[in-house]
């Protein structure tokens, strides 16, 4: 299963259960500015597009390891990954090593180098944790587009409100715009001293980024799975077109139903959410599906794609 899944979910559980506190709401009309809700619902801000961003690089990181190396060698690599592969990992590499000894610099740099040029030199081919969007201090709408690209999704955030949809969440813009958005007000939270994020907003937010999210790792592990799969020639392009999904759903009499998209019918029933979710798994492989599970209110809670 994924780290990074796992690390941005509980980051997002843990907000929801903040914002379910009353410390996190305001006693009177007008928000004092260095007041604790206020102070708390920035600090949270902060705390869940640096999540998002951990998991664009994290994920992206995962899903590329995950590429068979015995069917695609290096030298079938697309030129976007393989860009990835060398040149983004120097580029992060400068940025998280300023500061460092002359020395920690050096041995930092050889290990990266040993990395990145494996593979050119016929050896197994390795991506490095400086190799996704670690060139800069914050992930840009545009670096997630570029990183989904080199995975071969040419046109992700087109494609991120069709996969939410299917995954069933509801967005009120697009996708681009609410990871600008989202952007933007962790940049006020941050460094805006009389910036104050409305409790509501916040609270939208967090489905907001799930929503992003979801598309974005669905999209690049079917990618790297047809791509294991079919080869470079067939594997690399992939739409909204190849992505559905298992929704496991809790029922009023505590058991866990599984259903198919558009069916009427639930695909079987399990006695707990855990005996559901790991018969799904076995469920979707084989179907190319991945998996989303909704809690009594409809809230998405969690999720697991065809890599895992």
């Given amino acids: 299963m994924s780290t990074a899944r796992s690390n941005l979910l509980s980051r997002i559980q843990a907000i ?16 004092v500015s260095n007041s604790a809700a206020v102070a708390i619902r920035n600090g949270c801000t902060v705390m869940l597009f640096c999540a998002l961003e951990s998991f664009v690089r994290d994920r992206s990181l995962e899903c590329a390891n995950s590429i068979n190396q015995s069917k695609i060698p290096y030298s079938h690599l697309s030129d976007d990954l393989k860009h990835v592969s060398i040149v983004s990992t120097f580029d992060g590499l400068s940025l998280a090593t300023r500061g460092w000894s002359k020395i920690d610099k050096i041995q930092e740099f050889e290990k990266a180098a040993v990395a990145v040029s494996s593979g050119y030199l016929g050896a197994a081919y390795q991506f490095t944790s400086y190799s996704f969007a670690r060139d800069k201090s914050n992930v840009t709408a545009d670096d997630v587009g570029l990183i989904a690209r080199a995975f071969g999704v040419e046109n992700f955030w087109q494609c991120a409100a069709k996969v939410s949809a299917k995954a069933g969440l509801s967005i009120p813009t697009k996708h681009e715009d609410l990871f600008r958005l989202l952007a933007r007000e962790r940049h006020k939270a941050a460094h805006v001293s009389q910036h104050n994020v409305p409790h509501s907003w916040l609270q939208s937010a967090l489905s907001h980024c799930i929503s992003i999210a979801i598309a974005f790792d669905t999209l690049i592990s079917t990618a790297i799975h047809n791509l294991n799969i079919s080869g470079p020639s067939v594997g690399l392009k992939v739409t909204d077109s190849h992505i559905d999904f298992l929704t496991l759903k809790p029922q009023r009499n505590g058991k866990w139903a599984a259903l198919r998209p558009s069916a009427i019918r639930a695909s079987f029933v399990e006695n707990d959410k855990a005996t559901a979710l790991a018969r799904a798994m076995n469920y979707t492989y084989s179907r190319n599906l991945s998996v989303v599970c909704h809690d009594f209110g409809g809230r998405l809670t969690e999720w697991v794609t065809i890599l895992g």
């Avoid at 259960?17 to 928000?31: A, E, K, Y």
């Fill in 16 to 31: 929801h259960t903040i914002l379910s506190n009353p410390i996190s709401i305001d006693t009177v009309p007008v928000p």
